[in-house]
């Protein structure tokens, strides 16, 4: 049975809705980025582009870093966000586009988060670099699909409990990274830990301008959280969201994070914009590999 038109919706040019891309325009790996102008900041390290397009936040270019082909999108904020780029990306190498059908072998992407963040522990500064190995939801989004076969429900139990956690508010959820792409991406200078994913950048976040919190504490049980030398490192909107769907459609995923504010002790980096190039260069130099 095809596809409904009301589900996947395709631009008059065949492209994907939102995205605005054909399945000859994107790279088997692909790096996600918030910012659509940290897009360029990638690509201008690259030999060639050979394609770009944007759709609202939605920026696209891709081209050859040395002999690697690579593609590069901005997802904007949020876990919504990331439901709209994984779900079409995934469209466009797992379903045929013509036919509106499933296709019968199904492709694995490579999607590599860079992304900034603010470190919820003390002995994680500002500069530093976070390698994700989980991502713990606390947004919601991914209850909406099927995620028995991707939950740690040890570990999210233990989190419930040590945070009193709200029956109101969604479970939350614990997904592991892809233990592939970690082994081209872990190194000295490298931290490792959870990474909390947010709803929101403000009362989701823990910050109040005029309006009261659900639970003022909640920050400070997000940092003293320890369970089997499980501990969240950092705090974001988008690696739960990416991990859970790059787990149930069957592709690898990866998020690396600048540490550009410690939220433990308040600092903010004092250059941020030289941390995350620096960052770049430290992916890039390893994607080649992949």
């Known amino acids: 049975m095809s596809i409904k038109d009301s589900e996947l919706i395709l631009n008059p040019d065949g492209s994907v809705y939102h995205l605005n891309l054909k399945p000859e325009?994107?790279?088997d790996t692909i790096i996600?980025?918030?910012?659509?102008?940290?897009?360029?900041?990638?690509?201008?390290?690259?030999?060639?582009?050979?394609?770009?397009?944007?759709?609202?936040?939605?920026?696209t270019q891709t081209g050859y870093y040395q002999d690697k082909r690579i593609t590069v999108i901005s997802t904007g904020i949020g876990p919504d966000n990331i439901d709209i780029v994984l779900n079409e990306l995934d469209a466009l190498v797992n379903i045929d586009l013509k036919t509106r059908q499933p296709k019968k072998e199904l492709s694995s992407l490579n999607i590599i988060r860079i992304g900034t963040s603010g470190s919820l522990q003390a002995?994680?500064?500002?500069?530093?670099f976070?390698?994700?190995?989980?991502?713990?939801?606390?947004?919601?989004?991914?209850?909406?699909?099927?995620?028995?076969?991707?939950?740690?429900?040890?570990?999210?139990?233990?989190?419930?409990k040590h945070t009193n956690w709200d029956k109101n508010k969604a479970r939350p959820i614990i997904i592991n990274n892809?233990?592939?792409?970690?082994?081209?991406?872990?190194?000295?200078?490298?931290?490792k830990g959870m990474t909390g994913t947010a709803g929101g950048f403000y009362g989701p976040q823990g910050?109040?301008?005029?309006?009261?919190?659900?639970d003022a504490g909640l920050n400070a049980k997000?940092?003293?959280?320890?369970?089997?030398?499980?501990?969240?490192?950092?705090?974001?909107?988008?690696?739960?969201?990416?991990?859970?769907?790059?787990?149930l459609l069957g592709h690898e995923a990866l998020s690396l994070n600048a540490i550009i504010a410690n939220r433990a002790n308040g600092d903010f980096s004092?250059?941020?914009?030289?941390?995350?190039?620096?960052?770049?260069?430290?992916?890039?130099?390893?994607?080649?590999?992949?």
């Open 25 to 27: 325009n994107i790279s």
């Open 130 to 160: 976070v390698l994700s190995t989980h991502g713990l939801d606390i947004n919601g989004m991914l209850h909406f699909y099927q995620i028995e076969g991707i939950c740690n429900p040890e570990i999210e139990d233990e989190f419930i």
């Open 178 to 191: 892809s233990e592939f792409l970690e082994k081209y991406f872990e190194g000295d200078k490298i931290f």
């Open 222 to 247: 997000l940092d003293s959280f320890n369970y089997k030398d499980f501990r969240i490192a950092n705090f974001e909107m988008e690696t739960s969201v990416i991990y859970g769907l790059s787990k």
């Open 123 to 128: 002995d994680i500064p500002v500069d530093a």
């Open 207 to 214: 910050r109040v301008l005029r309006l009261p919190l659900q």
């Open 270 to 290: 004092k250059d941020p914009k030289k941390t995350v190039e620096k960052l770049i260069k430290y992916a890039l130099e390893r994607i080649v590999n992949i």
């Open 32 to 59: 996600f980025v918030g910012d659509q102008d940290r897009v360029e900041k990638i690509t201008k390290h690259f030999d060639s582009i050979e394609f770009s397009t944007q759709k609202r936040e939605f920026k």
